[in-house]
């Protein structure tokens, strides 16, 4: 199994960008799909994820309303709309994939895609 987020980049605050999730060796329909973020000096935190099969989401509070996750499955690609940036949005994000549920917690999670930098700045 192997997850490779992309799609980050200098976002100005206020603005958007679209972050993608792509795998192989796995089907992102039949898997759980977890969105995480670091900072510097922070540790990871949950931001969003989607279940398998009904497509259940749930956010973070810190990114409701703003961040939408979805996912195509034709593409095999589950995505991160991240909306009305702030500052604060500044890390690196990851997606994570587990066996059963939607979960922010870091530590349910099986395997882990190298992240891309988000940067959030005027």
């Known amino acids: 199994v192997q997850l490779q987020a992309s799609g980050g980049g200098l976002g100005q605050p206020g603005g958007s960008l679209r972050l993608s999730c792509t795998a192989s060796?796995?089907?992102?329909?039949?898997?759980?799909i977890g969105w995480f973020r670091q900072a510097p000096g922070k540790e990871r935190e949950g931001v969003s994820c989607?279940?398998?099969?009904?497509?259940?989401?749930y956010y973070a509070n810190s990114v409701k309303d703003r961040f939408t996750i979805s996912r195509d499955n034709a593409k095999n690609t589950v995505y991160l709309q991240m909306n009305d940036l702030k500052p604060e949005d500044t890390a690196v994000y990851y997606c994570a994939t587990r066996n059963s549920g939607c979960s922010l917690v870091a530590g349910h999670y099986n395997f882990w895609g190298q992240g891309t930098l988000v940067t959030v700045s005027s």
């Open positions: 989607i279940s398998s099969g009904d497509g259940y989401t």
């Open positions: 060796g796995i089907g992102l329909d039949y898997s759980n």
